[in-house]
């Protein structure tokens, strides 16, 4: 089993920036990717951005450029530097793992709220 506990979501203004933090715990040797994904109000749950162990990324169209997905291996954490942010942003933010080969995250966070004011 896999514990995942994100932290750092807020209200914040248009234009500002939040970092959100997942803190990994248990059985996280076979874990090789970590990603955030989001859903806002109305709409199906999207991937954000996913990092990989050796720190290979990829993001959704909607936020490159404006967010970052970093990885402390050493603190079991991943972060989620968000610039820039937009209204449309507004969503909660889930952390995940994926096992090697998954294709799907195998374990979620509880998910961390994120607002976006205009």
């Known amino acids: 089993q896999v514990q995942l506990v994100e932290s750092g979501g807020g209200l914040v203004q248009a234009g500002g920036s939040l970092r959100l933090s997942c803190v990994a715990s248990?059985?996280?040797?076979?874990?090789?990717?970590m990603a955030w994904y989001r859903r806002a109000p109305g709409k199906q749950r999207e991937l954000v951005a996913r990092i990989t162990t050796g720190g290979s990324t990829n993001y959704a169209d909607s936020v490159k450029g404006r967010f970052t997905i970093s990885r402390d291996n050493a603190k079991n954490t991943v972060y989620l530097q968000m610039n820039s942010l937009k209204p449309e942003d507004t969503a909660v933010y889930y952390c995940?793992?994926?096992?090697?080969?998954?294709?799907?995250?195998?374990?979620w966070g509880q998910g961390t709220q994120v607002t976006v004011s205009s």
């Open positions: 248990g059985s996280i040797f076979s874990i090789n990717r």
């Open positions: 995940s793992a994926y096992y090697s080969g998954s294709s799907y995250p195998d374990y």
